[in-house]
């Protein structure tokens, strides 16, 4: 899943949820928060209304992916790495002072970096813009 600003408008992120919403079998995930510093062909399907970002303003605006695939885009810093269980899912609920800054056209993605086997995500991201 990714989270595009856009151009004119920076944002923070300052909660990431992936929950699991099908499997009842448990298996070790790995997964990552990362920037993506420079975007290739990335491709996925468009946030349908109730899988945009929470907002907490009522101008928020971003660009979200979700069932990306991509092989061309670079990849910068890790923000977060962690081995989760896949029943209990991922929460990072990050301290106000170290949100994560989205600049003006920056994408940060959430990575699956193991292929789960049965597994339908449920993904929650909050942003707020600067």
């Keep these: 899943m990714t989270v595009e600003a856009v151009s004119a408008q920076p944002l923070y992120i300052s909660y990431i949820r992936l929950g699991n919403s099908s499997n009842e079998t448990n298996e070790q995930l790995d997964l990552r928060v990362v920037r993506i510093t420079t975007k290739g062909n990335l491709a996925g399907t468009a946030a349908p209304t109730a899988g945009t ?6 101008a928020d605006t971003a660009t979200v992916l979700f069932d990306c695939t991509e092989t061309t885009s670079v990849y910068g810093v890790v923000l977060d790495i962690d081995g989760v269980s896949s029943l209990a899912g991922y929460e990072w609920n990050i301290p106000e002072d170290e949100w994560i800054y989205v ?5 940060v993605a959430l990575e699956l970096v193991t292929t789960a086997t049965a597994f339908t995500c449920a993904p929650k991201i909050t942003t707020r813009e600067c």
């Design 53 to 58: 970002p929470t907002t907490n303003t009522a």
């Design 103 to 107: 600049p003006p056209t920056g994408i």
